[in-house]
């Protein structure tokens, strides 16, 4: 089993946009092996031939008509909206990306 | 050293569905900012997504009409990334199963035929749109969110890294664009964001095989800024090689006022999208039976439309091309002979004054003041010897202005052509006792000299007099 | 018993037989709440006002002689995960702390056409993530029984107000077993449907492929008229079944006879000796009544945790990236939008929500999908096929709800991973997509309830409710609620 180092923690952090203070590291890195330990034992099935069940119902080509449907009044889309300007949602300096 | 380019490009195309692709918000272009948005799109918590029928259709026509082989089983994955454009922080594509794989196009680049193979072809959802603050995202305090494309449906045409040149580039991207038109799945205009490139480029050196480092330049939206921006990325890496330097892999910009492209200040996080399979969407099975049925129903696509072109009218591969590489364009000069014109001159015709006076006035081609019928008829008065194309080609401008037909113009304006040989001699006589000088020197053996004596003749009948009676009578008399 | 105490189907027919009206009803729930749940601590938002709006609405059709449907003015709350317009819909989380949707769930679509007096949004594990309701990030629910222990969770809330008679009904979610459990710690009925036979549209996503919306009720009875109600095919969820709806009252009958029960040899360890005697006992009375039970196995349930430990954090981590500080929802304010969208989902998730996510970010990410993820997916085929083949030979499979009856809030709390392993009989049935039902079948030494799971076929719930009822009937568990004063008239 891999075990999990505090870059390994920092950089997960950073694609799930979560700051873990630098004193929490060592304590979520140790959450983190304890529970794939745990888990490992999966690991020991032989699942070689087995397919992954993505779905548990046999659905297929589940599709809806190409026909308009009304959209929101614009004030409902943006009731929830922290910040907005001239019905646009507003949002601070965005980096390059 | 001598270097080579590898060019990738991967082609978004809008497809002109009704509704988004995964609700019924309207996908029409230029409403007001987030007037076309529903819980769906919005990525409200508890929403879930059910996939228009249509955006499947579409993207098959699109994999057949550019020559792949369809996944008869496909599903759509989520690509994990955080971006305000994004209302769920991930965007619902497909990854590992795309709806169709393994085509190509056949590009035209001076006179020889490419083959531009096409890695895969799948289905996503737009983002929205960003208004910054300030001129650039760089220099902007904050950023306003509109959420009217995000769910709008995307096919993603990638290519292999086949193509060698700006110029082949272009061709590429001309001949996708005219595809998706044909089968009409898209409406591909650039400057409405229905298409758009990334593009990958980097250099190795000549005949070897091993790709070099890739630079990668995002959202090029228009024909001329992929030739700018590939030349000049051609440029900037040759240089750099032949500094002894490495190319960075990046992204970068292409700066349009400045004619150059820039590195994206990117964050050295890692790109990890964390794919996996959408959840809330079930895969989609599509039958042998119903892909055969697909193919049946394609219309006749442009390279098919070409020959036939060439086979049936005797146009030349050129011309052809340039007829056929828009549907419309095709369309309006297959009406144009099949109300019974000569093919080469209304291929000429279309080519050269319409084409002229629609760029002029920024008009499509089925915005044309001269419909296909009545470029038709003046062709054949051509033909009759009515009219002279020199007298045509003013006929033709009254068209334009005025949508009239070409009978009804030509006897408004006495435009007929002067056939009667008595008339033209008596002109003729004229201008050679007019002429002394000309007609000296004509003698004289200075056979260009007939021209300007022609142009004479022309002049005094004011274009009306048969050109080819002129001729023959002026060498007649100064025998 | 009062009002409060009693079950759906009896307040129908006093409705019915004009012994009570609609608005007394309602006015009687909204006193209970006011007398106990200020230490039970159900309820997160109380809708007095609409709610005996509602009630009025009904008793004026009761006054024009029109007939009433099960449900209508029958007083019933909802788990804050699922969207109710107009309503605040929190997940109990800091995040959606003022967050209105704009829309409602199919769910509360369908309920609401029956109308019912709607009493408010119940309290939950913050989105859903959790056992025991203590990671609520307002404040924990007290289990009904003995205020000390929790009600279980995710659906602690749900399940807490049927126990206290601040609830006639509710519903709740159930995604590792966030209905059945706190069913169990809190003494009533509490169903997980097959999957896909409830819309899944509105109701604030956890793990997409687990998640599936049910009932808690008094009794079978209710549980099956309100499985009536919610279940059907919606076309605004793409994973929702097409299969007909068959009418689930018509299989409240006391027959078991030559029913074939199931006892899985691997759910028969791990668990409290109170526990194992009240289900064996149970499931002795099952065979009594003329129910043939048999030892089966499913050999791979000792995996079944870890693949659901896996695919759960995994599409939680992506389900949960929306929440953003963008267009809904609290924001943080940062220096660019990187900061703010890291300060927001930093400052207003809990502790174990952010956990989830780590964990579920890593599963999913580059160079460990295969081994995490993927291997995940693989091992629910596995379970999936220990059930499909079990149930060649039973009808249904009998287990306990939980390895123990409720414990002290706080006492688990510290080890996440100990929390985690209570889902041991659970879990199995949503990798599966299988339904499931708990019914109470005793109590504890120290008075605490316990809950017996049934389990069926895909889509046979029907057979579920059968089996339930005719337990429960020949028992008297489902005539009283938990003992916090004044349930007597």
Request: proline share 4%; charged share 25%.
């Amino acid at each position: 089993m891999m075990k999990v180092t505090s870059k390994d923690v920092e950089n997960v952090a950073v694609l799930s946009r979560l700051a873990i203070p630098s004193d929490e590291v060592e304590k979520y890195t140790g959450h983190l092996n304890a529970f794939l330990e745990y888990v490992d034992g999966i690991s020991a099935l032989d699942t070689d031939a087995v397919v992954a069940t993505a779905h548990v119902l046999p659905l297929k080509n589940v599709f809806r008509e190409d026909a308009v449907k009304p959209s929101l009044d614009r004030d409902l889309a943006l009731l929830n909206a922290p910040e907005q300007e001239d019905g646009y949602f507003k949002v601070p300096k965005i980096l390059e990306d | 050293m001598s270097y080579e380019a590898v060019i990738g490009l991967e082609v978004h195309s809008e497809l002109k569905t009704n509704t988004k692709i995964f609700c019924g918000c309207a996908t029409s272009f230029g409403a007001e900012q987030n007037t076309h948005v529903c819980p769906v799109c919005l990525g409200l918590p508890g929403v879930l997504p059910v996939i228009n029928k249509r955006v499947v259709e579409f993207a098959i026509k699109a994999g057949l009409a550019l020559n792949c082989t369809i996944n008869k089983f496909s599903k759509f994955d989520r690509k994990n990334y955080y971006y305000p454009d994004l209302p769920k922080n991930f965007q619902t594509s497909q990854y590992d199963l795309p709806i169709a794989e393994y085509g190509y196009v056949d590009i035209d680049v001076d006179g020889k035929t490419k083959r531009i193979r096409i890695t895969r072809i799948h289905m996503e959802e737009d983002a929205g749109k960003l208004v910054h603050s300030g001129n650039t995202i760089k220099d902007s305090a904050s950023s306003n969110v509109d959420y009217n494309r995000t769910g709008v449906p995307l096919i993603e045409i990638v290519s292999e890294p086949d193509i060698s040149s700006a110029a082949e580039a272009k061709a590429y991207m001309e001949k996708i664009k005219s595809v998706l038109e044909y089968i009409d799945v898209s409406n591909c205009k650039m400057e409405e964001g229905n298409l758009r490139a990334d593009v990958n480029v980097s250099l190795r050196p000549t005949g070897t095989i091993p790709l070099g480092t890739k630079a990668e330049m995002k959202n090029i939206n228009s024909f001329k800024a992929i030739e700018g921006a590939i030349e000049y990325e051609i440029e900037r890496q040759e240089e750099i090689l032949e500094d002894g330097g490495h190319i960075v892999q990046e992204t970068r910009t292409w700066d349009d006022a400045k004619g150059i492209t820039l590195s994206m200040r990117t964050k050295e996080a890692a790109h990890d999208y964390r794919y996996l399979p959408e959840p809330d969407l079930v895969p989609i099975i599509t039958t042998d039976e119903e892909i055969e049925a697909y193919q049946k129903n394609l219309p006749e696509l442009p390279d098919a439309r070409k020959e036939r072109l060439m086979a049936d009218c005797g146009l030349s591969s050129y011309d052809a091309a340039i007829l056929t590489a828009s549907r419309q364009t095709a369309e309006y000069f297959d009406a144009v002979v099949s109300s019974g014109a000569d093919a080469k001159l209304a291929a000429n015709w279309i080519m050269g004054d319409l084409s002229k006076n629609l760029n002029a006035e920024g008009k499509l081609i089925t915005q044309s003041p001269v419909s296909a019928e009545n470029l038709a008829k003046m062709i054949a008065l051509i033909n009759k010897g009515t009219i002279s194309s020199k007298i045509a080609k003013t006929v033709f401008e009254e068209m334009w202005a005025s949508g009239d037909e070409p009978e009804k113009i030509v006897k408004e304006k006495g435009l007929v052509q002067i056939t009667d040989t008595k008339a033209i001699e008596e002109i003729v006589d004229a201008v050679i006792a007019a002429n002394p000088k000309p007609v000296e020197d004509y003698k004289g053996g200075n056979e260009k000299s007939i021209g300007f004596l022609v142009g004479q003749v022309m002049k005094q009948s004011k274009g009306k007099a048969n050109p080819g009676v002129v001729n023959e009578l002026l060498k007649g008399k100064l025998q | 018993m009062k009002l409060f105490a009693k079950p759906a189907h009896v307040l129908h027919d006093m409705l019915v037989k004009k012994e009570i009206t609609a608005v007394e009803l309602a006015k009687d729930l909204l006193a209970r709440i006011e007398a106990v749940d200020g230490e039970v601590k159900a309820y997160l938002t109380v809708t007095k006002e609409a709610a005996l709006l509602q009630a009025a609405a009904v008793d004026e059709k009761i006054a024009r002689g029109e007939t009433i449907g099960f449900l209508e003015g029958i007083p019933g709350a909802i788990k804050d995960n699922i969207c109710t317009k107009g309503i605040k819909t929190t997940c109990a989380s800091k995040m959606l702390e003022n967050f209105v949707p704009p829309y409602n769930a199919t769910v509360m679509e369908k309920i609401q056409a029956e109308n019912p007096v709607i009493l408010g949004k119940v309290n939950m594990d913050e989105f859903a993530m959790g056992g025991s309701t203590e990671n609520s990030a307002y404040f924990p629910t007290h289990n009904p029984w003995n205020l000390d222990c929790v009600p279980g969770g995710s659906s602690g809330g749900s399940a807490a107000a049927v126990a206290a008679g601040t609830a006639i009904w509710a519903v709740g979610s159930d995604t590792g077993g966030s209905i059945r459990q706190p069913a169990s710690f809190c003494g009533v009925v509490g169903m997980k449907p097959t999957y896909g036979r409830v819309s899944r549209y509105g109701l604030v996503a956890f793990a997409s492929s687990l998640d599936q919306i049910g009932p808690l009720t008094r009794d079978v009875t209710d549980c099956a008229h309100l499985l009536n109600i919610i279940s059907g095919y919606d076309e605004k969820d793409s994973t929702s079944s097409k299969t007909e709806v068959p009418d689930f009252t018509k299989s409240l009958v006391q027959d078991v006879k030559g029913l074939k029960i199931g006892m899985p040899k691997e759910y028969f360890k791990g668990m409290d000796a109170d526990v194992e005697k009240a289900v064996r006992d149970a499931i002795k009375e099952l065979e009594a009544l003329g129910a043939e039970v048999k030892e089966i196995s499913l050999p791979h349930t000792d995996y079944a945790i870890s693949a659901y430990y896996l695919i759960a954090p995994a599409e939680a981590s992506s389900n949960l990236a929306r929440y953003d500080g963008v267009s809904y929802g609290e924001r943080v304010d940062g220096v660019d939008i990187v900061d703010m969208m890291t300060k927001t989902r930093s400052e207003k998730f809990g502790e174990e929500v952010k956990r989830r996510i780590m964990i579920g970010s890593y599963a999913l990410s580059a160079g460990y999908y295969d081994a995490y993820y993927l291997k995940a997916l693989k091992v629910r085929t596995l379970v999936k096929q220990d059930f499909d083949k079990a149930f060649e030979d039973v009808d249904v499979i009998v287990a306990p709800t939980a390895p123990t009856a409720a414990y002290e809030i706080g006492s688990l709390s510290s080890d996440p991973l100990k929390m985690y392993m209570q889902d041991v009989y659970t879990v199995p049935l949503n990798l599966a997509g299988l339904p499931g039902i708990s019914v109470p079948c005793g109590f504890n030494k120290t008075g605490m309830p316990i809950g017996l799971q049934i389990i069926g076929k895909a889509l046979a719930e029907d057979t579920l409710i059968r089996t339930a009822y005719t337990y429960e009937q020949s028992q008297t568990f489902h005539n009283s609620i938990a003992g916090l004063g004044g349930e007597k008239e």
